[in-house]
């Protein structure tokens, strides 16, 4: 396609999709906020022994997120690589991913490891708060049981529910407006039409880490680290995805990670991946899960999902099964289209780095 074209056609898909999707949201203008310092750089660190007999060890893990860091970051100690992006006084939010179940979570070890290396930059456990949308979803996955003295947890709703129009936990000021409602709500009322900001994102924290698992995901393709603050960060989700064929995540993923409050105060996005699910998700379902034994690092979210994306079809085709993008409907997932260009949208929204000559997977490997 001719460039002109293709900027013309990009042209009009953005501005189609400010029309869809108005927003209000706003937030102090940060150098750390997303893609980040290190647009288009992913570190993918490996490590033979961080998972036995489906036990994560403490200690590879903890030199998976040590090296990680400091490749991303460049910087010459473990320390130093926390503080170009941390410091004394910041409040920070984890925002963890307990979908999964206990069989495919955030996992205790990395969790203690992002502790450690927040404390090493002078950030207070008191400034730490992990968090996640369904207190219910944290409490079964066991996340709280993890936390260290004085470190809080948070979720705007105590559990999952088809209405998903809480307010108690959630920002009226920062919001994401898209023209789709669920069956049964009003389309003329605005309430219905937003999916509002979680107030530990707008009120409680100046900076998030984003620790999503690599996964699956039947009606967006992926769930890495762009869902996991789409879908993880708001209310009335589940109107994005609410039959087989009535998915908009590929508008609405982007749509809601764009609003300013979240993309200037999400400054780092580790991915867990050292168990990952390559069908039928974002559950963990035994039998698509397989042991990648690697974390990815980044700030540039599109970058890490794109590469997120082509580990998994490559499992995929290890399995005999059809890429994401061009798979159908079975019995593990439902929808017939999984939605996968939200990662493309994200990078023609400015998120990140979505052109492969753009993007640098730098593969580490440890003993």
Not at 139 to 167: H, T
Not at 222 to 251: D, E, Q, W, Y
Not at 275 to 285: F, I, L, V
Not at 320 to 327: E, N, Q
Request: charged share 20%; proline share 6%; glycine share 8%.
């Amino acid at each position: 396609m001719p460039d002109s074209r293709r900027q013309f056609l990009e042209t009009a898909f953005l501005g189609a999709a400010a029309t869809l999707a108005p927003s209000q949201s706003k937030a102090d203008s940060t150098v750390l906020g997303m893609p980040g310092r290190y647009p288009g750089r992913v570190i993918a660190v490996e490590h033979p022994a961080c998972i036995v007999s489906g036990v994560y060890q403490a200690e590879p893990v903890r030199n998976m997120v040590q090296r990680g860091m400091t490749d991303l970051t460049g910087a010459p100690t473990w320390q130093d690589a926390w503080r170009t992006m941390f410091t004394k006084g910041d409040v920070v939010g984890i925002k963890v991913s307990p979908v999964g179940g206990p069989k495919l979570s955030s996992d205790a070890t990395v969790l203690h490891s992002i502790l450690d290396g927040l404390n090493a930059a002078g950030v207070s456990n008191e400034n730490i708060i992990v968090f996640s949308r369904y207190r219910a979803e944290i409490l079964e996955a066991g996340i709280d049981k993890w936390l260290r003295p004085g470190v809080r947890f948070e979720a705007p709703s105590p559990e999952y529910d088809d209405k998903q129009l809480d307010m108690d936990g959630y920002d009226a000021n920062h919001f994401m407006e898209m023209a789709i409602v669920k069956a049964g709500d009003d389309p003329r009322d605005e309430h219905s039409r937003r999916s509002y900001v979680a107030k530990v994102v707008t009120q409680r924290v100046n900076k998030i880490i984003n620790l999503p698992v690599l996964k699956h995901h039947q009606s967006a393709g992926v769930t890495i680290t762009l869902k996991n603050m789409s879908h993880g960060f708001v209310n009335n989700v589940n109107r994005s995805h609410m039959t087989p064929t009535a998915n908009a995540c590929g508008m609405f993923i982007p749509s809601v990670v764009n609003l300013p409050i979240i993309r200037q105060k999400v400054v780092l996005h580790i991915v867990d991946a050292v168990k990952a699910s390559y069908h039928g998700g974002p559950t963990g379902r035994p039998q698509f899960i397989w042991e990648h034994k690697t974390m990815y690092f980044g700030t540039d979210p599109v970058a890490l999902d794109k590469t997120g994306l082509k580990v998994i079809d490559a499992k995929r085709q290890q399995a005999g099964m059809a890429p994401i993008a061009l798979s159908k409907p079975d019995e593990a997932s439902h929808f017939l289209n999984c939605q996968v260009e939200h990662i493309e949208i994200a990078g023609m929204l400015g998120l990140g780095e979505f052109s492969d000559e753009r993007i640098k997977v730098s593969r580490v490997r440890l003993a």
